[in-house]
């Protein structure tokens, strides 16, 4: 196991609903990635947290956005929850902000929008 | 913008046959990853490629990275069941950040 966990494990939520994902990362790792992973498909980078700050984002729209606390722990928060919204949520720690670092995956969120 | 594609999209094999897949960039990489996803599970880390021709090996299953550093392979021999899973290669995205551009994957199934 890789020491980064998430909460919660699935989830159900109506469209237009605002959801909130918690990962708690490696202990260590300060930089926290959050990633989108539609059925069947590669996941896809959300943004990144490091030290607190957002350090690079994907092509997300502003009603997905993040925390990341002085422990490293992170938050994703999404408002007005659409259909296409459903998708496994994964936080990824490392240590350091390069792209030369290898990813600790959590298990992911389900979450499923109605 | 920077694109990761992998062939096959899928390959089904009899346990003991060989597989392989490949991973191709739009763009130059200073390195590639490549990560396995079981069936409900999460992606794992299984290696990282730096250098220009680089081959790895681990147990049955053998990495390289291109002369070019745009494309990748990972072939594993005498697969067995508990290969079962969608592979994927990631390089970074550039800049400042560790994010990863992850390929499209490759779904492995293996029949016993």
């Known amino acids: 196991e890789t020491g980064v966990t998430q909460s919660p494990t699935h989830l159900i939520k109506t469209r237009g609903q605002q959801v909130t994902l918690r990962c708690s990362s490696q202990?260590?790792?300060?930089?926290v990635s959050w990633y989108q992973q539609a059925l069947g498909q590669g996941p896809q980078f959300i943004f990144q947290?490091?030290?607190?700050?957002?350090?690079g984002r994907g092509n997300f729209p502003p009603r997905f956005s993040g925390l990341q606390f002085p422990n490293y722990s992170s938050e994703l928060n999404v408002n007005a929850l659409e259909l296409d919204d459903s998708a496994l949520y994964l936080c990824?720690?490392?240590?350091?902000?390069?792209?030369?670092?290898?990813?600790?995956f959590g298990q992911g969120t389900r979450l499923t929008v109605v | 913008g920077q694109q990761v594609m992998q062939i096959p999209q899928y390959q089904h094999v009899q346990e003991g046959e060989d597989f392989t897949t490949y991973c191709n960039s739009s763009?130059?990489?200073?390195?590639i990853q490549w990560y396995k996803q079981r069936p409900g599970g999460h992606p794992v880390f299984l290696i990282q490629l730096v250098k220009s021709g680089e081959v790895k090996k681990q147990k049955r299953l053998t990495f390289q990275f291109g002369e070019a550093k745009k494309n990748s392979s990972l072939h594993i021999t005498a697969t067995q069941t508990t290969d079962v899973g969608t592979y994927f290669c990631a390089g970074p995205g550039g800049g400042a950040t560790n994010k990863l551009i992850f390929g499209t994957g490759t779904l492995l199934a293996v029949q016993p």
């Open positions: 947290y490091y030290r607190e700050e957002e350090n």
């Open positions: 990824a720690s490392s240590l350091g902000r390069g792209g030369f670092t290898e990813a600790f």
């Open positions: 202990s260590g790792h300060n930089t």
């Open positions: 763009t130059t990489l200073s390195n």
